[in-house]
């Protein structure tokens, strides 16, 4: 399994910025795909993921919920974050990762551990 994030830059706060996620594996709608990032000095935090499954379930962390939002395309096995009215604060390198574990409940997609597979990160900077 193999995951390209892409769409990274420089924004200026209160934009808007689509990252995107190309996974290449067989079986894709078997994985969760989540979203991370790691902002400098940090420890790496969970923004939310997209269930795995054909349902378009999806599962955000509280400080995301409202701002973050995460589509796929099961065809083309892309995953996109978008990420409305910028902060500085969202300045980080963000990563996504596939998990095809179980699972009890959606928030055990927010455990970094759950994720066997991990991109490179694409970095993200606000400028104020």
């Known amino acids: 399994v193999q995951l390209q994030a892409s769409g990274g830059g420089v924004v200026q706060a209160g934009g808007s910025l689509s990252l995107s996620c190309a996974v290449a594996?067989?079986?894709?709608?078997?994985?969760?795909i989540g979203w991370f990032r790691q902002a400098p000095g940090k420890e790496r935090e969970f923004v939310g993921v997209?269930?795995?499954?054909?349902?378009?379930?999806?599962y955000y962390a509280d400080s995301t919920k409202g701002r973050f939002t995460i589509s796929k395309d099961d065809f083309n096995a892309i995953v996109w974050l978008q990420i409305h009215s910028l902060i500085p604060e969202d300045t980080a390198v963000y990563f996504c990762?596939?998990?095809?574990?179980?699972?009890?409940?959606?928030?055990?997609?927010?455990?970094?551990?759950?994720?066997?597979?991990w991109g490179q990160g694409t970095l993200v900077t606000v400028s104020s």
């Open positions: 990762a596939a998990s095809d574990r179980d699972i009890t409940s959606f928030s055990d997609y927010a455990h970094s551990t759950r994720y066997d597979y």
């Open positions: 594996a067989r079986h894709f709608i078997k994985y969760g």
């Open positions: 997209a269930i795995r499954g054909s349902g378009g379930f999806t």
